[in-house]
């Protein structure tokens, strides 16, 4: 385990301090680990695209679920799934992309 024993004090402007604590916010990070991080040149990974993919994921997840449950009764007989496929095609590739990229950032 680390141990962090030093003290340095530093000075921010109220702005500089916010844009930092905001950041670090968005990171999931403690303002030490953000500003850490920082300046040590440690990649700072911030996945704010996920959340909209997530989103039409559900959405795609739930329009199944209620085919499946019109299919097993009854109601109807058959489906196209076609535009399913496309928009699932369309997550994995945004999925992918964002894998990539935290992946490369990693290995600096």
Known sequence: MRKR????PVRFSDHELSVIDANAKR?????????????????????????PMLAELRRIGNNINQLTRKANSG????????????????????LYAIQKEVSDLLQQ
């Open 5 to 8: 024993n030093r003290v340095v």
């Open 27 to 51: 990171a999931k990070m403690s303002r030490t680990e953000y500003l850490v991080s920082a300046g040590m040149d440690k990649p700072i990974v911030i996945l704010d695209d996920l959340k």
């Open 75 to 94: 109601e109807i007989y058959c489906v196209s799934l076609s535009e399913f496929s496309e928009q699932l095609g369309t997550i994995a590739v945004g």
